[in-house]
C-alpha cells in the first residue's frame, strides 16, 4: 500500500478544515471543538509552497474583499517566520468595526516522510495484528 504524500499546502488546508467548521461559502464559523465559540475573523496560514487564509462568515463582503486582497498579495518566501509584509493593513482592516490583534502564530510541525523505526518498538502488520487483541484477565 502506497501512502500519498501530502504537500505541505495540502497539509495546511488539512488543518484549517480541522481547527474550524466552515459554512457553504468556505467561510469559517465557529472554532471546531466542544464549546469552541465564534472562529477568528481572520485567519491566514502559511507554507512553503502557498498561502492560506479564510475569513469569518459575519464579516462584511467589503471587508473580506480587502483582506483576500492583501493576503493574495502576500507571497511566499523562504523564511516562514518572518513577519507578513501586509500584517499591519490587515489589522487596519480588522480594527475599523472591532478588536483587531495577532492571535496564536507559530509552526505547526510536519513529520519527515520517513521515519527510522524506534528500538524494542513492533510494527503492527496484518501478519502480527493478534499482538492487538485483549490479554485476559
Given amino acids: 500500500m502506497t501512502i500519498p504524500v501530502l504537500s505541505d499546502l495540502e497539509l495546511l488546508e488539512m488543518q484549517i478544515e480541522a481547527l474550524f467548521t466552515h459554512d457553504d461559502r468556505g467561510r469559517i464559523v465557529t ?8 472562529a477568528p475573523r481572520f485567519f491566514f496560514g ?24 492583501l493576503a493574495t498579495r502576500d507571497r511566499v518566501h523562504g523564511d516562514l517566520e518572518a513577519p507578513l509584509r501586509n500584517l499591519d493593513a ?44 485483549r490479554m485476559p484477565a
Avoid at 472554532?31 to 465564534?38: D, I, L, M, S
Avoid at 487564509?53 to 467589503?62: A, C, E, F, G, T
Avoid at 475599523?96 to 524506534?118: N, Q, T
Fill in 90 to 133: 490587515m489589522l487596519a482592516v480588522l480594527a475599523k468595526d472591532g478588536e483587531a490583534r495577532v492571535g496564536h502564530a507559530g509552526p505547526a510541525y510536519r513529520f519527515p516522510d520517513h521515519l527510522p523505526a524506534p528500538t524494542g518498538v513492533t510494527r503492527i502488520t496484518a501478519a502480527n495484528a493478534h499482538l492487538l487483541r
Fill in 31 to 38: 472554532v471546531n471543538e466542544p464549546g469552541g465559540g465564534p
Fill in 46 to 69: 502559511r507554507a512553503r509552497d502557498g498561502n492560506l487564509w479564510r475569513v469569518r462568515h459575519d464579516l462584511p463582503s467589503d471587508m473580506a474583499q480587502r483582506l483576500e486582497s
